[in-house]
């Protein structure tokens, strides 16, 4: 048996002894990767062939992903030793030793992004040491102005981006962020002692939060949906106007508020779901006369018989009481949609008996007519007085003037039709 083909494919690395044995090639030699029972040779090898295949694809997808950056150096290098050891260890019949040559044909691109990761590392730090810089004196100007409501925002945001930025040398990275902290507290404490003239305010909010909960609780039990619905949206406007009340009661009163509320709208829904479930009778009613006349009318062949029938259908349509909310805009949009194409196919018909329009698609034609005969006339001169390109361009004028008559002729058509 030979050593091995130049253009087979990996089981040519591989031979079976008479009693099932498996060997694979490689350059140290010969060894036993194992046995398949009960199976021919071809088969036998062809299970340690795929073995191969399944470190071949590893190989691959390892230098798809270190190409492709989705791998770092380390864990690249990691990974590549891991698979050559398993390589070289396989019980598997291919070109291991190609195998592992394609890995250790990496090293050089590892290294080569390791170097860079470092560099991008240290170039990294520098950046993160000038936008900290940055961000410090701003938050220290933020500390010294009086902007009470969008500087906490803004020191929030500068917050979320420190978080965002690498760690710098621990001396300087701990300098920065005390400077930074400083102004933070010092903003806070300005902010508190500006906010401490509002209590008063929080104060008055909560004396007028407590008279809209007595004004609201007699509503609680209203079956005036309409006028006590919108008697709420006058009193929630008042209950926003107020501003805040004292954090500790603050929260206590909404929840007062929100349950008279909670109480009268989840009334309201209950007693609009009945009624939703009386109207399903007359929902079924209106569908099945909306389909009954879909089918009657559509699609149109007499117009007058149509509009007839429509306007029948409308009657008793409108005769039928309300039905749930959940069915009115899919059942009038069907309505609409019928009413338009009756709508549209009257148009159509008008136009098409319109006796101006279809006057003024006999004068076409006749025009275009005489025009054809005039050009054909002045080609048979031509043609008789040997003038032949003067005749060759008439009769190419009359090919147009032709395809013009026989457009105009289907448009006219259409009124005798």
Known sequence: MALMSQVAGPQSFGRVDEDGTVYVRTPDGERAVGQVPDVSGE??????????????????????????????????????????????????????ASLAARLDALTPDIEARAASRREEKADAQAKARQAKEEMVGRAEQIAAGTDWRGGVTKFRNLLDEWKKLPRIDRTTDDELWHRFSSARTTYTRRRKAQFAEQNAKREDARKIKEAIIEEAAPLATSTEWGPTARDFRDLMARWKAAGPAPREVDDALWKKFRKIQDTFFDARTAAMSQQDEEFRGNQEAKETLLEAAEKQILPISDINAAKEQFRSFLDRFNEIGKVPRDAIRRIDARVRDLEEKVHSAEQAEWK????????RAEETVTMLQSQIDKLTADAEKAEAAGKDADARKARESVQTYQSWLDQARKTLDDFTA
């Open 43 to 96: 088969e036998a090898i062809a299970f340690f062939v795929r073995r191969y295949n399944s470190l071949e694809t590893e190989v691959g997808l390892l230098e798809s992903r270190l190409k492709s950056g989705r791998l770092s150096p380390e864990n690249a290098r990691q990974a590549a030793a891991k698979l050559r050891t398993s390589i070289l260890e396989a019980n598997a019949v291919g070109d291991l």
């Open 352 to 359: 098409r008996t319109d006796p101006q329009a279809r006057e």
